[in-house]
């Protein structure tokens, strides 16, 4: 009965999601619900001194990443900086390689701090031109642009600003580079196998007649993007670098301005002085100012262009950040109220007989992220409720805890692109497309996404690599 109830709110939540409702709505409802089929009486106290507690401790350490990767990426879509990148891989590789460069121009983006939202904006329209030159079923488009920012660039690469990544720093004590030679290893199998299924699949549907479409059935289609572009490419990449480069010397310099594990600053208006774990938070330090630094740069080189659209574009990315903050946030909030009941406690005893612990971490994690429908919200939940236990047997193996972190960042990124997922419905409105036309080939990416943390797991036996 108990994991019936703690089952029930999950596949509810998860039915909510695919239904189109909003979680931040949702979550708290079903959370409530459990919490009132177990014990009534504690519904006020678990909201208040559980939820919401988690709430506003979950946008207290992370919100200012999304405010300013949402504001980051606003800013590089209406500096022309997205297009002019694109445009400049058309010209450098030709249409008929599309699905690579399209490919390699999302996850620049993506890798750079902008975010999946955006980049699917910004980078569709050039998609659907330089498909519809080389006569490449439409279909393949949102597998492609997913196979960019849905999958190494999203959690497998070493420093991605990518929140996914981000989470795991707070848990284990560890930094967005975590494990850079298994993360490069995920990221080479998952970008090998998805491009050669891609060109698979191109193989096989243009053999069977099938080109980009009709144009009578085709939907959304955006208008014929010029080949021309003010800004130079090099300029428009440059924000990226600093971000990437910023968040590498930052988490290297902190912990030397700020070598203790805390640090105190008094001020004269408070009994206390302010005291912050540097352990915890320093990775998050060193992505926020990469993020303002790649702002400044984008600034410096923009201003004019971006100085017409400002007040408008930092508004939707306000409002972007507030969203996605709070959609992650009260999925946590669900988890840990899920993670406190009797039913959850016993699917976690149950977890425990898997004696490998870094594969007892890819299966939990990969799948409260297919339930969920969310790679932040499982990740979120899962070590809510289980980043001890995780750390306890890592350590008593002698796992590294930059290995947990990489495992665990890899896994919310597997089974989470079901359809119910948020990102997906996005990318196929955006592309007008249909779960029946296209989600086939996203599932794909979902299988070889979740096939190669258990490749990397391997590895990391085989070689003691980190």
């Not at 891989?89 to 999946?116: C, D, H, K, N, R």
């Not at 299988?447 to 490749?455: A, E, N, S, W």
Request: net charge neutral; charged share 10%.
């Amino acid at each position: 009965m108990a994991v019936g109830i703690a089952a029930l709110s999950l596949i509810l939540l998860m039915l909510a999601a695919y239904r189109g409702m909003s979680v931040i709505l949702m979550a708290p409802l079903l959370a409530m619900l459990a919490v009132f089929l177990t014990e009534p009486s504690a519904v006020p106290a678990v909201f208040s001194g559980l939820f919401m507690e988690k709430v506003g401790s979950f946008l207290k350490l992370y919100f200012p990443v999304f405010l300013l990767g949402a504001l980051f990426g606003k800013l590089i879509e209406i500096s022309g900086f997205s297009r002019a990148i694109v445009t400049a891989a058309i010209g450098f590789v030709g249409a008929e390689q599309a699905i690579p460069a399209i490919m390699l121009v999302t996850a620049l983006l993506t890798y750079g701090g902008v975010s999946v939202f955006v980049a699917v904006f910004a980078v569709y329209p050039f998609a659907a031109e330089m498909f519809r030159r080389a006569d490449i079923p439409k279909r393949l488009v949102p597998a492609t642009i997913g196979l960019g920012a849905i999958t190494f660039t999203m959690d497998a690469m070493p420093g991605t600003p990518q929140i996914q990544n981000i989470i795991p720093t707070s848990f284990f004590g560890t930094t967005a580079w975590a494990a850079p030679v298994l993360g490069l290893i995920g990221s080479a199998c998952i970008m090998g196998m998805g491009l050669a299924y891609l060109g698979w699949r191109r193989r096989a549907l243009m053999a069977a007649g099938e080109g980009y479409g009709a144009p009578g059935t085709l939907v959304n289609e955006p208008e014929p993007v010029a080949d021309e572009v003010r800004t130079p490419a090099l300029i428009a990449l440059l924000p990226l670098l600093v971000v990437g480069f910023g968040n590498l010397g930052l988490t290297m310099l902190i912990p030397r301005i700020w070598p203790g594990e805390e640090v105190s600053v008094p001020l004269a208006g408070l009994a206390e002085p302010v005291t912050i774990k540097v352990a915890q938070t320093a990775a998050l330090w060193a992505v926020e100012g990469a993020l303002l630094l790649g702002i400044a740069t984008i600034l410096l080189f923009a201003f004019p262009a971006v100085a017409k659209r400002f007040a408008d574009g930092s508004k939707a990315a306000v409002g972007g950040a507030l969203l996605a903050g709070m959609n992650t946030a009260v999925e946590y909030g669900f988890g840990a109220v899920i993670a406190a009941l009797p039913g959850f406690l016993i699917v976690k005893e149950a977890l425990k007989s898997v004696p490998n612990p870094l594969l007892n971490e890819a299966i939990t994690v990969t799948s409260l992220a297919g339930i969920t429908g969310s790679a932040s919200g499982g990740l979120s939940i899962a070590l809510a409720a289980m980043a001890d236990p995780f750390m306890a047997a890592g350590d008593a193996a002698g796992i590294p805890r930059e290995v947990l972190h990489r495992v665990a960042s890899m896994a919310s990124g597997g089974m989470d692109s079901l359809p119910h997922n948020g990102a997906i419905i996005t990318l196929l409105a955006v592309t007008g497309l249909t779960h029946r036309q296209a989600y086939k080939d996203i599932f794909a990416l979902t299988l070889i996404k979740t096939l190669t943390v258990f490749i990397v797991i391997a590895v990391y036996y085989l070689t003691g690599w980190v």
